[in-house]
């Protein structure tokens, strides 16, 4: 009886494996089923992509559109199991993350911590290092939206430069324009004094033409 009950306890509760990892109860294609879930830090696509590659190296994976699940059929993997297991995932996203549901059983049905610890603590393993490899692709991804963002504000400030060299070669042409033109007002100073001088000795021979016109038949 007390077995019993414990098992029952066991199985209603969540462990935590690693430190995004749990073994919890979900429904899956094969009903109620103990499994394991992970927290992934990217989007669902992405994620579902980077598992893809992740256990390319042991099979390909089937996609079971009917039931959204991504199947693993009788393949090899020793950190978990030196029997061949199927490996059935699927993922949903919320929020900016995704959360991976995992289920693994080989030909005495689905494994739980209860009844294979072993393999569940390697298959635990197994998905934390998955986990990683996500957040490590989201980190770089990261890195380059950053470097890009780095990229666009190294231009900005080579047009600014460029800007800033453009408006001092336009003061310079400014000032030697400036210098042109206050040379020309003091040759036009000049050229007016000198005008003046003419215009006052041709007024002045004009004056002395009218005397001499008034005095015209007046004697002297």
Known sequence: MKKTLLFVLLSACTFMLTGQVVEKS?????????????????????????????VKPYGKTDWDRKNKEHVLFNVHIPAISSKAVTLVGRFYQYQDMTKGSFWIKDDSGFLSSEQNGDAIRGAGEFLQDYANEVERHAIREDIKKQEKDLGRSEKDLEKLMKKNKDYHKAIEKAKAEIAKKEGEIENNLEEQKSKKGEIEKKKNKIQETTIALSKVGKGS
């Open 26 to 54: 979900m429904t899956m294609s094969s009903g109620e089923q103990q499994g394991l879930e992970v927290d992934l830090k990217g989007d669902s696509k992405t994620s579902e992509k980077l598992w893809k590659e992740y």
